[in-house]
């Protein structure tokens, strides 16, 4: 359902307990809200409840504010969100020297696919530049090595606090971020790994698949932690291959594979449809 200016979009996450749909929405109810859809997951390992409401039609939502916070009080709800569903996050993608996910993501916002806004792309490479141009978005080329990564990190978060960003995207950033950076923007970095395979590491894994003669390849993205790729997974798709594609044909359809699953996942998140659940992740997509 498209979202209409005066929707909102309630997310909560709670200990798990009997009468929280019910509190949640006579609340609403009570305010003459109208619910358009509703998700709810009960996760019996954690004891955790998640909940994502689309609700209308309201101008505003401060005569909620009294009431939520009494409602997150009693529920021990310390973890939720009332936001307009018109709002877009605001994205930095970081980038490196190749440009597919950076130019679907670009594509996508510029037809309206994608609910954000791109205030910024950052590169250790200058290639892209004249893409970010073409878009309208600000560029900025912040080399590095290893003598100067934390030099270099330190000015990302400080354009990160300048341009107000929501979320960062690694749209193939081929540098491993400091721990010092992954707790800065805990749960607000997602990355795209270029491999469904773990057992296939590195700078080309889909030759290293070829070899192998793979029959699938994919793509991952999920949020960026201090252990490399290990972090929660958000989305995952994979390809079917075949013997008659050459290595270079597979990194084709790799990549189309990325795109899609980097998309899908900035999407979700644009749409507060990704929740962190200790190691995991519930979607509600």
Request: net charge neutral.
């Amino acid at each position: 359902m498209m979202p209409t200016s005066d929707d909102h979009i309630l997310t909560l996450s709670c200990p798990d307990k009997p009468g929280i749909v019910h509190a949640v929405t006579g609340l609403l109810a009570s305010h003459g809200l109208n619910i358009l859809d509703l998700q709810q997951f009960s996760d019996r390992t954690s004891q955790r409840f998640f909940m994502r409401v689309h609700f209308g039609h309201a101008e505003t939502t401060a005569n909620l504010d009294e009431p939520m916070a009494k409602l997150a009080s009693e529920l021990e709800m310390y973890q939720y969100d009332l936001r307009p569903a018109s709002k877009k996050p605001r994205v930095l993608i970081m980038v490196s020297k190749i440009g597919h996910c950076l130019n679907d993501l670009l594509f996508k916002t510029k037809t309206n696919q994608l609910g954000i806004e791109i205030p910024l792309i950052i590169s250790n490479h200058p290639d892209f530049k004249p893409l970010a141009e073409s878009y309208g978005v600000e560029f900025r080329h912040l080399p590095v090595t290893k003598d100067t990564k934390l030099e270099q990190e330190r000015q990302i978060l400080d354009l990160i606090r300048q341009k107000n960003i929501d979320l960062v995207v690694l749209a193939r950033y081929m540098q491993v971020l400091s721990p010092g950076l992954c707790e800065a923007m805990s749960g607000k970095i997602i990355n795209i790994h270029h491999s469904f395979l773990p057992s296939f590491k590195g700078a080309k894994p889909y030759h290293q698949a070829f070899e192998r003669g793979v029959k699938i390849i994919g793509a991952t993205a999920h949020f960026v932690t201090a252990d490399l790729d290990e972090g929660p997974i958000i989305e995952q798709r994979v390809a079917r291959v075949d013997h008659s594609l050459s290595a270079n044909e597979l990194v084709e359809e790799g990549s189309n594979v990325e795109s899609q699953v980097l998309g899908a996942a900035v999407k979700w998140w644009s749409e507060k449809r990704v929740f962190l659940n200790g190691h995991k992740t519930v979607v509600f997509n």
